[in-house]
């Protein structure tokens, strides 16, 4: 479980995020909605101790974030962050680079850190494409390789900024059924999506964001069909009953 | 259980660097103004230096000067594929981003004070190249960060140097003499005394850099993505621009400001073995040493007896090299 206790962030002394109190529950899905500009990513961003001014209280588990120094955090939290470099390295070499929060000086790689890649690149179905150059992969197997990246992190939290942005409908599915899977695994999965329906689907709790504050949250249904949503972006959501559960669409 | 496949090619590449760094160290023994047979090599090296004339020669003279150009080669390349990585930018090097510029003139300025102590020149030469290092990193900060402004950043930040060192040498012409061998960059003067400092640092260094190598590469990966691996990305950004102002700055400290090594290098081992610094950095290593070992070499042959710097013969195949660059990488582009 992470909790945020009054967290406030600014960026050069302009505040983003004003007094955000939430928690996303331990094994479960959470997804943040929210209009760009809202502060989700730098609420994120507080957690992984990415943003330069933070006030208020982060609890990773039972543990303040203060306590943790930057590897003890990376082996609690794994994150992939919303735009990513293309770095000229091959995929196994990448998805190696998830087992750097457990190397200590002089950096050597044990038996245990290459069990934990090969597993990873077998877990999303790359164990072929170890030696491909990442540059050379298509936008799914990057996201990917990304994945197995933080896999081979071997973190109880898994915190993910648009994952399913730029890639198409198949991929965006297999990501989330993977997100599931990790939740599954009693991993607790936090992420921004800005598609209603695939929030209904996959998420086990949703927190809305608004101008750097916390709206609203608990379960999908009740945040996409809350007042707040309707007001923050402008439209009111339908539902319907479909044979495998609840859906909703958005009308133009 | 399949484990992950490494590239031995890679290694001997490596391996092939090391050879042609030792052969370059050989070569550069035996020859020049007076040549050495293998025989008179082996002689005067079981000899000691109280022997033979050849002896001398070597225990004296080409031993200092080929152990300078092995370091200044491998602290040079490192320092350039440290810089480049650090700063996500492939024209960056030690000269371009004005590095070489600033320990050129802590030098002159301490030649102009009268202080010639060799760790006193290794210190200033250090405290020059990293004040200039950081003036060029908090410039391009400050404008942006981005791939150009920290290009034009060091290119204001040379000029302005090179001019303050112009200055004192007007003002202090002892400053103009003493330095000459430090504007040119080269080998003609290099003793033990001068090497010793440089070379702990250059060593300590390079050792230094050679265990963060994978840091490096975690670095590569963006800002936000390595520090939610673990790394303090501000934190080691310094360390690693520290060390790179060590090795460049210590370098000048003894062969002066040799240009294009930490460009020419870099480029030519990251097209043999690739962006990875566990192989760039090792390779890098060995042919930075042998390349500019290879460089005085042909500096000291091709107008025998009298010696080219081997400052200007850098200059005169690294020009044409960063010209070709460009155009490749515009051909890569379109």
Avoid at chain 1, 71 to 83: I, N, T
Avoid at chain 1, 154 to 173: S, V
Wanted: proline letters at 3%; aromatic letters at 8%.
């Amino acid at each position: 479980m992470i909790e945020l206790k009054d967290l406030y962030v600014s960026y050069d002394g302009v505040e983003t995020v004003h007094g955000v109190d939430c928690c996303f529950p331990e094994g479960k899905i959470s997804v943040i909605l929210g209009p760009n500009g809202c502060g989700k990513s730098t609420t994120l961003k507080a957690i992984m101790r990415l943003v330069p001014e933070i006030k208020g209280k982060i609890y990773i588990g039972d543990e303040d974030l203060d306590g943790l120094s930057q590897k003890d955090l990376a082996r609690r939290v794994a994150y992939l962050p919303q735009s990513r470099n293309v770095p000229d390295i091959t995929v196994s070499k990448l998805v190696m680079h998830g087992r750097f929060p457990y190397l200590s000086y002089p950096r050597r790689y044990k038996k245990e850190d290459y069990k934990k890649v090969n597993e990873a690149l077998e877990w999303v179905g790359l164990t072929d494409y170890g030696d491909r150059k990442l540059e050379s992969l298509s936008g799914g197997q990057r996201q990917k390789a990304y994945l197995a990246m933080a896999m081979a992190q071997d973190t109880a939290t898994i915190i993910m900024d648009e994952p399913t942005t730029f890639l198409d409908i198949k991929n965006q599915f297999e990501l989330l059924e993977r997100s599931r899977i990790f939740s599954d695994m009693g991993k607790t999965v936090i992420m921004i999506l800005h598609d209603f329906e695939s929030t209904l689907h996959y998420a086990d709790h949703v927190v809305l964001m608004g101008d750097g504050k916390v709206l609203s949250s608990g379960s999908a249904y009740d945040v996409i069909s809350s007042k707040e949503l309707k007001e923050t972006f402008g439209v009111a959501p339908c539902f319907y009953e479909g044979d495998d559960g609840l859906h909703c669409y958005v009308k133009a | 259980m399949k484990t992950i496949p490494t590239d031995k090619r890679k290694k001997l590449y490596i391996l092939a660097a090391a050879v042609f760094m030792l052969l370059s160290a050989v070569l550069n023994l035996c020859m020049g103004a007076s040549g050495l047979t293998l025989r008179e090599l082996w002689e005067a090296l079981t000899g000691g230096p109280s022997g033979t004339v050849a002896g001398r020669i070597l225990w004296y003279v080409r031993f200092p000067r080929t152990f300078a150009c092995l370091l200044a080669g491998s602290a040079l390349a490192v320092s350039g594929a440290v810089i480049q990585k650090v700063l996500a930018n492939q024209l960056a090097s030690p000269s371009i981003i004005g590095v070489n510029a600033g320990a050129g003139l802590a030098v002159t300025a301490c030649c102009a004070m009268g202080i010639y102590h060799a760790w006193a020149i290794a210190g200033f030469s250090f405290a020059g190249a990293m004040i200039a290092t950081f003036m060029v990193v908090i410039a391009g900060r400050k404008s942006g960060a981005s791939r150009t402004t920290v290009i034009l950043g060091g290119v204001a930040v040379s000029a302005c140097l090179n001019a303050m060192t112009e200055a004192i040498k007007t003002l202090v012409p002892n400053a103009a003499t003493a330095s000459q061998d430090f504007r040119v960059g080269g080998f003609s003067s290099v003793d033990q005394a001068r090497l010793l400092p440089a070379s702990v640092l250059i060593i300590g260094g390079i050792l230094v850099v050679l265990t963060l190598a994978n840091d490096l590469d975690v670095l590569s990966l963006g800002d936000d993505t390595a520090g939610a691996l673990g790394l303090k990305v501000s934190l080691f950004r310094n360390c690693m621009l520290t060390l790179a102002a060590l090795l460049a700055g210590s370098s000048v400290s003894f062969a002066g400001i040799l240009g294009f090594v930490g460009l020419i290098v870099p480029h030519i081992s990251r097209s043999i073995v690739g962006n990875d610094c566990s192989e760039l950095i090792p390779f890098s290593i060995f042919f930075g040493a042998g390349f500019v070992s290879v460089c005085d070499l042909i500096s000291r042959l091709i107008f025998s007896p009298y010696e080219l710097p081997t400052g200007i013969l850098m200059s005169f195949l690294g020009g044409p090299f960063f010209i070709w660059l460009l155009l490749n990488k515009k051909e890569h582009s379109k």
